[in-house]
């Protein structure tokens, strides 16, 4: 299990939590004051590698100035993209 990730020299610890959101099913979250990556635990290691990607999308746009709040959709879909490319393709393992 990966403990800390670090973007763009900024490192974040990755923490597994219970509970995220009760108001909605969010399975991860960035906490660029704390430096952490919160991922709802008990997800399949596709929907958690997935969901990892996710949120290093969030620190990346971030870090480089983009307005990722309003990049969601965006962001949703690169990791998708991302995640599926790479992992059929085995371009990292
Ligand atoms: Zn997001």
Redesign the pocket.
């Known amino acids: 299990m990966m403990e800390s990730v670090t973007i763009l020299g900024v490192p974040y610890l990755v923490k597994l939590v219970p509970v995220i959101s009760l108001d909605e099913l969010t399975v991860?979250q960035i906490d660029y004051l704390k430096q952490e990556i919160l991922i709802l635990e008990g997800l399949g290691d596709d929907l958690f590698q997935v969901t990892l990607l996710?949120?290093v999308?969030?620190g990346i746009f971030n870090q480089l100035g983009f307005d990722?709040e309003n990049n969601?959709h965006l962001?949703?879909a690169l990791s998708t993209a991302l995640y599926q490319v790479l992992r059929e393709n085995k371009l990292f393992s």
């Open positions: 991860g996710h949120e999308l969030h990722e969601e962001i949703q």
